[in-house]
């Protein structure tokens, strides 16, 4: 699908405020000849397709995940796994550094504007692959950039390579169930160079802290706890097959035997290897809780601030930033409870009381999780049914609610959206936990359906998808501020333009919640990796200042103790958006159309937040 923007196509725009120097803005063409400007264009094209299949090559998870071709990725992919071994995450960010550098020296005189704004992008997606040269720890990930340790209680390579395999692997056919097989019997060998960049980094100093190690290691025992026959990777794969075609009964049943086997002789082995690892490490583990105890934690810190923040400011002054969002909306809240007869305590403390209000908390049984999930469809057609009236460009995508798996759901966030394939043939899913049904009142559903689905993370994410003239490292550009901006941004418009809170008090102090929720971890992230908060100092402020769960707010402070900065980038692309808005619906007037303004956002694809906001001043001009 190719989807035409509202408006023409943008012109150049600034670049990230964080980028390299030696980036050159958008300029003119003025003085070059056709034949300058021929041999530039070339040169663009080449060299974006030459590290474009450099990445996708070195990344073959990527391609399952995305669905893509063959010839898209640069060979088959679903029987191989990416090289997580120090080796592998050195050739990698060797590759991208040289990819950067490669786009770097196409002078961009030579360009088009928009020729010079796709440029610029990919030169930020490639030194955002490349990762911070300087920490020599953890991994890259093709969504969360430079993660400082390799295996955690809630991502890495153990964790996320069984899950793709279990729910976004295809088994269409028997070609393909041959590659599923093939990359069972390789798990172990793939499993062992996990451990083996694990035990590299903490020879160097770099360990994960020890308060994270409880939840990891009961991710690996939950993984181990089955008989091999009824593991998720056997389980899965033996639906999957029921619906490939040209495999009959007994071929079936020979692959399921094959994949129980390999699970039993393979799998089992090499993740109860990696659990020992674990265990092994826990003596040289630190006690400190934020990545400034690690060997170049602070420079570490700065890096993930740039790349997951979108952002050239200090941890101080994000923390600051934080504690004032966390007054302002607090005080929202407060206005609300006390117009709903709750005026006793904090807000933290009426906020918990609420949730055991009837009818709050669904039954934590099969039929009250089945009914939660049913309430989440309905208040996805809810949305939808709106939707038209304030986004000019509809994804063709579907989406899906799914709970997330019980053997992963301790160390997991509250929900979570996975992407649909590149060709849309399989969905676009919003995953929520329900470990804990106290944890997920029901006044707090619509706002995490507006984040996870639609129109956050689904609009924004299947539009940037279907963008098939931006290449596939932009159709998948992994900017953290600009993504989870927009999908907490999404959160805002429902309430401030769709009325999907009116008569719905206990809703709108839901949706503030969430958004209190974004501002304290503003406040959490740079206590923990700058100000040297511990864990336990970190929940405490969390629980008493939002009212959230224990439940969830403990799981939620260990994984930005796994993921420094990540946590940064929902309030801060937020608060741009949201500036944004307002600044073009007060400059434009009549004139205005918060549809068009969408298209603008959206339909350019992920990119820096200063990129967003020059086209945003474009647009408002091109409008006046």
């Known amino acids: 699908m190719k989807l035409t923007p509202v408006y023409t196509a943008l012109l150049a725009a600034g670049l990230l405020a964080g980028c390299n120097e030696s980036q050159t803005p958008a300029t003119g063409t003025t003085g070059v000849t056709a034949a300058q400007k021929q041999a530039a264009e070339m040169a663009l094209t080449e060299t974006a397709n030459t590290y474009t299949t450099a990445f996708l090559t070195q990344q073959p998870a990527l391609s399952t995940m995305l669905a893509l071709t063959p010839e898209q990725a640069g060979g088959p992919y679903n029987d191989k796994f990416p090289d997580y071994t120090a080796k592998g995450m050195a050739a990698l960010q060797k590759s991208m550094a040289e990819g950067s550098a490669a786009l770097k020296d196409i002078d961009p005189a030579g360009l088009t504007p928009e020729a010079q704004t796709h440029r610029n992008i990919l030169i930020n997606i490639f030194d955002y692959y490349t990762g911070d040269t300087r920490f020599p720890a953890g991994y890259i990930d093709t969504w969360g950039g430079h993660l400082p340790y390799i295996i955690n209680q809630i991502s890495g390579p153990l964790i996320d390579m069984p899950k793709l395999m279990q729910v976004q692997q295809s088994v269409s056919n028997e070609q393909e169930a041959v590659a599923y097989i093939s990359r069972l019997e390789k798990m172990g060998e793939f499993a062992d160079g996990v451990v083996a960049k694990f035990k590299a980094d903490e020879a160097k100093g770099i360990v994960l802290p020890k308060k994270l190690h409880p939840k990891t290691i009961a991710f690996f025992n939950n993984f181990l706890a089955s ?42 082995p090499a993740w109860n290897r990696a659990r020992d690892a674990v265990l092994e490490s826990e003596e040289h583990a630190s006690k400190s809780d934020g990545i400034w105890a690690q060997p170049g934690g602070d420079e570490f810190y700065a890096h993930e601030i740039r790349f997951l923040g979108d952002s050239v400011w200090t941890a101080d002054e994000i923390h600051q930033t934080g504690l004032d969002e966390v007054d302002r909306i607090s005080a929202q809240m407060d206005t609300i409870l006390k117009e709903n007869g709750y005026s006793e305590g904090t807000v933290g403390e009426r906020m918990i009381a609420l949730a055991g209000l009837p009818g709050q908390v669904f039954d934590a049984t099969d039929e009250g999780r089945g009914a939660l999930l049913d309430y989440l469809n309905d208040e996805i057609d809810a949305v939808m049914a709106k939707a038209p009236s304030f986004y000019g460009t509809i994804p063709e995508q579907a989406v899906e609610v799914r709970r997330i798996p019980p053997v992963s759901e301790a160390g997991e966030a509250g929900g979570f959206y996975s992407p649909p394939s590149l060709d849309g043939a399989r969905p676009g899913i919003y995953w929520i936990n329900l470990r804990d049904m106290a944890a997920v009142p029901k006044f707090g559903l619509k706002t995490l359906t507006y984040h996870e689905a639609v129109p956050g993370h689904h609009f924004q994410i299947a539009l940037n998808m279907a963008q098939e003239d931006i290449g596939l490292m932009r159709q998948n550009a992994p900017y953290n501020a600009y993504v989870e901006g927009w999908a907490l941004y999404s959160e805002y418009v429902a309430a401030e333009y769709m009325g999907m809170y009116e008569d719905d008090p206990l809703g709108d102090l839901g949706r503030l919640q969430a958004e209190l929720y974004r501002a304290v971890r503003l406040v959490v992230d740079t206590g923990l990796h700058h100000k040297h908060w511990t864990r336990e100092q970190a929940i405490d402020y969390f629980h008493k200042t939002t009212g959230t769960s224990l439940s969830d707010v403990v799981p939620e402070i260990e994984r930005y103790m796994a993921w420094p900065g990540q946590a940064l980038g929902y309030k801060l692309g937020m608060l741009t958006f949201v500036k944004l808005e307002k600044e073009a619906r007060n400059a434009l007037g009549d004139k205005y159309d918060i549809r068009e303004f969408h298209d603008v956002v959206l339909l350019p694809g992920a990119r820096p937040m200063a990129m967003v906001k020059s086209d945003v001043e474009k647009w408002v001009e091109s409008k006046k």
């Open 227 to 268: 008989e091999p026959a009824d593991h998720e990777l056997v389980k899965t794969f033996a639906e999957k097959l029921t619906q490939a075609e040209g495999i009959d009964d007994k071929q079936r049943e020979a692959l399921v035997a094959k994949a129980t086997e390999l699970v039993t002789t393979v799998v089992y």
